[in-house]
């Protein structure tokens, strides 16, 4: 086991991770920008070390530093998180060259997954189900016709490098395609400098879900179900829920099956997330994320495994503590993703926040980094917080988010609370009847 982890993040994973590291008898380092050096994550460290000013490129995105910090503490491994360095294959590499352990994939694994169409190519020849589309980059508007014809519109074209919205737009027609590819290489070279796009057909009402995998790296693969994250503003995740409303246990036996099998035939190590789009019973794949994902909570509270625990013992050689037959899954359970923003136009509301109050009781699990008295700073993602509740079923799980979401108090900013006080008694979401394209359809309502 590792004598002392340096995580390489920042927030509420920072801390999450911390705790993990803490309840395993790991010495811990944060690492913080000249903006953090009040965080929480920093205040309970064993050691910290400042690597940079606010900016990211020159602090949590600066891989000399992060390697200078492990060599100044002597850290064994380091854990990424999400966001900043936690899919970034050099990142791995250079770890491994000065004898550090990246707490995740191999840096090839990262490589093949975070190339989109190498991505498909991957999970077709392990028998993930994709959307139908191209092979690979299309090279002109002459292939994307013929692609577009054979599929069949609308389709969406998308950044071969990117995510998270940027360098994807549909063509619902032909007449449409010029102008949408056109944007889509412009927009993605723009953003991931690279302005490869491939086409897939654009599915009109899906959900998206998400299957949790872990492997050992040696030919051993586990799933731990699936979660909803259909509701979502501009292709980021607002709500997520485990296990998913649509799917009978039939589906979620089936999918979870050609996952954790795609991921043993993989030899891939440490947590990952298959993810899909899903209509008509059938699954589309779309990515993976080679990394711990934000609503990781969810599958904790309806699995009770510690998925950065697991995540530890693997990459430290201890393999995985569960095989399939061992894991268990119980009840219902929904993230709400706090963040400082305005609910309805959802523009940044950094500042201090004045007063602080979590709810608690059975069942509530909040992941926070921030306190009474702290300034969220202006420089990083918005999240401050996460609202994760459990119960015996649906029914209960969203009556305890009801009175959960009554006794969250965040003073001083703005944060997104009310908008899920008005999701929560939205019948569509109390009949689980809702797609990707629900929360903006919703918004632009002014419901």
Known sequence: ?????????????????????????????????????????VRLADESVCIGPPPSRDSYLNIHQIVAACEITGADAVHPGYGFLSENAKFADILAAHNITFIGPSGDHIRIMGDKIEAKRTAKRLGIPVVPGSEGAVSDEKEAKRVAAEIGYPVIIKASAGGGGRGMKVALTEADLEIALQTARTEAGAAFGDDAVYIEKYLQKPRHIEVQIFGDGAGKGVHLGERDCSLQRRHQKVWEEANSPALNAEERSRIGEICANAV??????GAGTIEFLYENGEFYFIEMNTRLQVEHTITEAITGIDLVHEQIRVASGGGLSVTQNDIRFHGHAIECRINAEDPRTFVPSPGTITHFHTPGGLGIRVDSGVYSGYRI???YDSLIGKLIVHGRNRVECMMRLRRALDEFVVDGIKTTLPLFRELVGNPDIANGDYDIHWLEKHLAKGE
Request: no cysteine; aromatic share 6%.
């Open 1 to 41: 086991m590792f004598q002392k982890i340096l995580i390489a993040n920042r927030g509420e994973i920072a801390l999450r991770v911390l705790r993990a590291a803490k309840e395993l008898g790991i010495q811990t380092v944060a690492v913080h920008s000249t903006a953090d050096a009040d965080a929480m994550h």
């Open 264 to 269: 043993a035939n993989l030899g891939y190590s």
């Open 377 to 379: 700073p202006p420089y």
